[in-house]
């Protein structure tokens, strides 16, 4: 293939852990033998890829988006001299055109964590002022089975809730103009705790952000995450009293039609290494990781003969009348598991104690089935159902994988299966960020606070070509890092912080913004609330709405 560009950008340098000298060594750009960008059909390095950061002064085109220090650019090494090619000396062109603005105005969206019924009741009945005008319920399982007419949502995550007073309050949120979504998935249905422990927190040496959890409840010694302790509670903390059954894992429901279908269509498309299905790993059964020889019990309720829970969320949907469906997948410990080794150009091959970068291609491919499924069921069952997916703030950023979270996915799967992306919403989870520089945890050097991360992060979906991509806010406390080991590198949703997202950043994506969580807290007088999110988000993507100026009801 032609020359392409494998030098490394600021998050890849800081991730390779290596001395000065060695970056020093490592980092090259352009030279005046190197070929221009354009020559080799690479022009979109000086354009879509080009460094937005100041800390370099010449712009040599880069594979990804990133910036390297203009005192490591001078002197390429020879093994980097025909993988870097030269742009132009003019300056980087002008940021990409925002997105039109909808001509019904954008969507003001809202997570609600069902809880009781009461939350939900209290929204419909104020349906015509509320905020919002979409309302996403969360979650359902993955594993869900739902048989066609049976009016009861046992087994479907929504256990304790009645069938007929869900479908009652989503007409009157319909009827009001609120849109409902049902959203399947969420952190503890893709967090598998055995071998996210293992491989994704555990995976990457013993100086990783999450490895304190290893510490203190396994002594340091992964062999000592077991079952008893939820395998050192990587998923969640002592505190939320959660057991094993609390969590769940997407299943890959094999011999059913529709899936076979999904899958034909994957296999049909994607490149090397071809997709590894694993359909042995079953939810509820038990498994055998080939790595350390460790059979442990899988997340999730084993399927009953024949279903497949993508058709039957789809059935579910349709028959509590909701608007759409979304697909919360945040498996991160799939990709670590399936991880396959991406050495940088002219990097030397591994030797037995590789230490990345990786590429994800195995969980590109089980997402891109389960978006699949999901669309040919709503094709069959429901046609004009929306679909939506939550996405990762890494989701659409290329270049180097270092692993440990879901970054690139979105990415990959836009220019393998764009397809399946096709008016698909995106909430995009710009929050639970950490400005923890021990671990490089902010993009780059110029972007470690909240308002900045959520602006790059926004910028690299833009650059990706998702147009539909919705900015995501968390009220409260967030959840990573965490409140007991990592609080001051906490990133809260201030007041300051939100005027500053909806002006620098909301502005430009005039397609939508949601929050997490409606009836979440706020920890002190500083934060935003979910009204104030709400009302904010709804000023800038239908101004002149009065829904605008709304309020959420108060439970008592």
Not at 407 to 428: R, S
Request: charged letters at 15%.
């Amino acid at each position: 293939s032609k020359a392409t560009v494998s030098v490394l950008n600021c998050y890849d340098i800081h991730m390779m852990k290596t001395s000065l000298l060695s970056l020093l060594a490592l980092a090259g750009a352009a030279n005046a033998a190197a070929p221009t960008c354009a020559s080799i059909g690479k022009a979109d390095f000086c354009t879509q890829f080009a460094c937005e950061s100041t800390c370099r002064g010449f712009p040599p085109g880069f594979g990804t988006a990133g910036c390297v220090d203009a005192t490591n650019c001078a002197n390429p090494p020879s093994w980097a001299a025909s993988s870097v090619c030269s742009c132009s000396s003019a300056p980087p062109g002008p940021s990409p055109t925002p997105a039109p603005r909808p001509t019904e105005g954008g969507v003001v969206g809202g997570y609600l964590l069902l809880k009781n019924i009461g939350q939900l009741q209290a929204l419909a009945a104020n349906s015509e002022t509320i905020p919002f005008t979409r309302v996403y319920l969360a979650f359902l399982s993955p594993t869900l089975q739902y048989v066609a007419g049976s009016k009861t949502l046992k087994n479907t995550g929504l256990d304790d809730f009645e069938f007929e007073a869900m479908q009652k309050a989503v007409g009157a949120l319909t009827k009001g103009g609120v849109e409902v979504f049902l959203s399947m998935g969420g952190w503890n249905a893709g967090c598998n705790p055995y071998f996210y422990a293992r491989y994704s927190v555990g995976g990457y040496g013993t100086h990783t952000p999450n490895y304190w959890e290893i510490e203190q409840y396994g002594g340091g010694d992964l062999n000592n995450c077991v079952e008893s302790n939820q395998f050192c509670y990587v998923c969640e903390p002592p505190s939320e009293n959660t057991t094993l059954a609390s969590f769940d894992m997407f299943p890959t429901p094999a011999g059913h039609a529709t899936w076979e279908q999904a899958k034909a269509y994957v296999q049909g498309k994607s490149p090397s290494p071809a997709p590894a299905w694993n359909e042995d790993m079953v939810p509820g059964g038990k498994y055998t990781d080939s790595k350390t020889g460790v059979t442990v019990t899988l997340p999730g309720r084993p399927l009953a003969a024949g279903r497949n829970p993508y058709q039957d969320f789809v059935q579910l949907a349709k028959e509590l009348g909701v608007s759409g469906i979304d697909l919360d997948y945040e498996e991160m410990w799939h990709a670590d598991y399936f991880k396959v080794e991406a050495p940088m150009k002219g990097q030397k091959p591994a030797t037995g104690d590789y230490k990345g970068p990786w590429k994800l291609p195995q969980t590109v491919y089980k997402y891109a089935a389960i978006a699949k499924d999901l669309q040919l069921n709503i094709a069959a069952i429901a046609p004009g159902m929306k679909l939506g997916t939550a996405s990762a703030a890494v989701g659409a950023w290329g270049g180097s994988w270092w692993g440990g979270n879901l970054k690139g996915l979105w990415f990959e799967l836009k220019q393998t299966f764009p397809e399946v992306l096709e008016g698909m919403d995106l909430n995009v989870m710009t929050y639970d960020l950490s400005s923890n520089e021990e671990f490089h945890e902010c993009p780059d050097k110029d972007h470690c606070p909240l308002a900045d991360q959520v602006d790059f992060f926004m910028s690299t979906y833009t650059k990706a070509n998702m147009g539909n991509a919705f900015v995501g806010y968390e009220i409260g406390q967030p959840a990573y890092p965490s409140p007991v080991h990592d609080k001051q590198n906490q990133l809260p949703l201030t007041k300051t912080a939100l005027a500053t997202i909806i002006e620098k950043t909301q502005n430009n994506f005039p397609f939508g913004g949601f929050l997490w969580e409606i009836f979440k807290p706020a920890v002190d007088a500083s934060q935003a609330t979910p009204q104030d999110v709400a009302q904010a988000i709804c000023n800038s993507v239908r101004p002149g709405d009065k829904r605008c100026t709304g309020t959420i009801p108060q439970l008592y």
